[in-house]
T-cell receptor, first 115, second 111 residues
Framework: GAGVSQSPRYKVAKRGQDVALRCDPI?????LFWYQQALGQGPEFLTY????????KSGLPSDRFFAERPEGSVSTLKIQRTQQEDSAVYLC?????????????FGEGSRLTVL | EDQVTQSPEALRLQEGESSSLNCSYT??????LFWYRQDPGKGPEFLFT???AGEEKEKERLKATLTKKESFLHITAPKPEDSATYLC????????????FGKGTTLSVSS
């Protein structure tokens, strides 16, 4: 597609449920990032992939968060045993070049609400 | 600790009323400073990259400038379609690939 595609756009989960958020980056983009944006805040870095390799996961807030990009294209962010503080918009971004770039193409995000 | 502070939090302008948004940053070794625009319900859209003090970039009614401690986004004769949240982000050499974002300035331009 022309842009970064994320699904689902909206997800409501009960506390304790597992969720999976999908990201389809722009075709051919090497780098893929996940960010978390709470209401009224700027995005916060979660993790970075270069092709299929997860090179930086320093922003993942706990071991309940897990991301993968097995074939170097589509990525999934999984959150286990969701908590209310996980409620946020999860943004995926991609870039044609390696990770040392700030020129990212963002998707519209997946809004997660944990009840 | 690397951080980014944007001011004001919100700004209301009349169409044609020029103004500036501020982004102050503290970072241990600046790799780059970036401006993004975010419309409600959308992801951020890249606007500019600035690498060194004194650098300027322009696009339509927007001009971004950079000093050693802050960046300004100047908006000349804004139009209602310029209404959005403007985000500033920095990338530090020691922080790897992560962008550190400010909270943004929400701009409203009325006709």
């Amino acid at each position: 597609g022309a842009g970064v595609s994320q699904s689902p756009r909206y997800k409501v989960a009960k506390r304790g449920q597992d969720v999976a958020l999908r990201c389809d980056p722009i075709s051919g983009h090497v780098s893929l990032f996940w960010y978390q944006q709470a209401l009224g805040q700027g995005p916060e870095f979660l993790t970075y992939f270069q092709n299929e390799a997860q090179l930086d996961k320093s922003g993942l807030p706990s071991d309940r968060f897990f991301a993968e990009r097995p074939e170097g294209s589509v990525s999934t962010l999984k959150i286990q045993r969701t908590q209310q503080e996980d409620s946020a918009v999860y943004l995926c971004a991609s870039s044609q070049v390696g990770g040392n770039t700030g020129e990212l193409f963002f998707g519209e995000g997946s809004r997660l609400t944990v009840l | 600790e690397d951080q980014v502070t944007q001011s004001p939090e919100a700004l209301r302008l009349q169409e044609g009323e020029s103004s500036s948004l501020n982004c102050s940053y503290t970072v241990s070794g600046l790799r780059g400073l970036f401006w993004y625009r975010q419309d409600p319900g959308k992801g951020p859209e890249f606007l500019f990259t600035l690498y060194s003090a004194g650098e300027e970039k322009e696009k339509e009614r927007l001009k971004a400038t950079l000093t050693k401690k802050e960046s300004f986004l100047h908006i000349t004769a804004p139009k209602p379609e310029d209404s959005a949240t403007y985000l500033c982000a920095v990338q530090a050499y020691q922080a790897g690939t992560a962008l550190i974002f400010g909270k943004g300035t929400t701009l409203s331009v009325s006709s």
